[in-house]
């Protein structure tokens, strides 16, 4: 079964790319053992006979066994409550892990919110003005529950009594940064928290930027507030233009430092967003 084989080979380390690149190849996954590693020498991957070993070793009961235990749930990319907006992403992942209300993830209408762990208050100014509103709209809110703008997006959603997505870029069973520990519980008991990495994989940089696509990928806008010249939000941005999905970036002076990244992509083409209806309009 391709649900099993996919969930052993993640944990057995094969990363998302990896697994795109053998369902191009093979059409299937049946390939992917010791038997047939001389078939795979063509993917250069020096690991690959110590992935293959420890894909042997997987007990894929015991691996759902502990999943269950954690109130983690695999959705895989061929069911029907996976997300369809991200399966229209060209490097989509195969499973998401789940903790939360599952029924986010058919929702309708999404926007991710992304902006930079420093921010002035502007960022929160435009937050508040602008989620409840969104949230009237059936809006869901996405981020990625660093500190920051994306905690802002979060609380002020739940605030307003909205529905939010957490999209981490790590495993469940660590957590990055502290100051948003106590919120990522709430959105687990409350609302729902995402990652493609099975539960034991600590943060890693490269990581994040993994995960930025799924932000912008699981929506079909993506809002930044404040970012600088040299900003991840401007990474997600970038993702989401290539995701062809809308983006929306709010104006700032010229002499903040935090709306230098906006300010740039507005004169690159991106869409100026100076009122929510700016945003909705597209959602109609």
Known sequence: MDQDMILKMIYAGFSTAQLHRFKER???????????E?????FNDSRMHDKLRRLQTMDIKSLKSELNDKGITPVYYNEEKYPRLLFEICDYPFVLFCKGNLSYLNE??????VGGRERTDYTTTVLEQFIPELVQSNMVIVSGLAKGTDSDAHVITIKNRGK???VLGFGHHLHYPEETALLRKYLEQQHLVISEYPPHISPRPWQFPERNRIISGLCQGTLITEAKKRSGSLITCDQALDQNRNVYCLPGP??????????????EGAKVCLSVSDILEDYT
Do not use: A, D, P
């Open 254 to 267: 010229i002499t903040s430092i935090y709306s230098e990244g906006c300010n740039l992509r507005i004169s």
């Open 108 to 113: 309708e209408n999404f926007l991710s919110v």
């Open 26 to 36: 093979f059409g299937c996954f049946n390939y992917i053992n010791l038997k047939y």
């Open 164 to 166: 939010t997505i957490g």
């Open 38 to 42: 001389s078939l795979l020498l063509e």
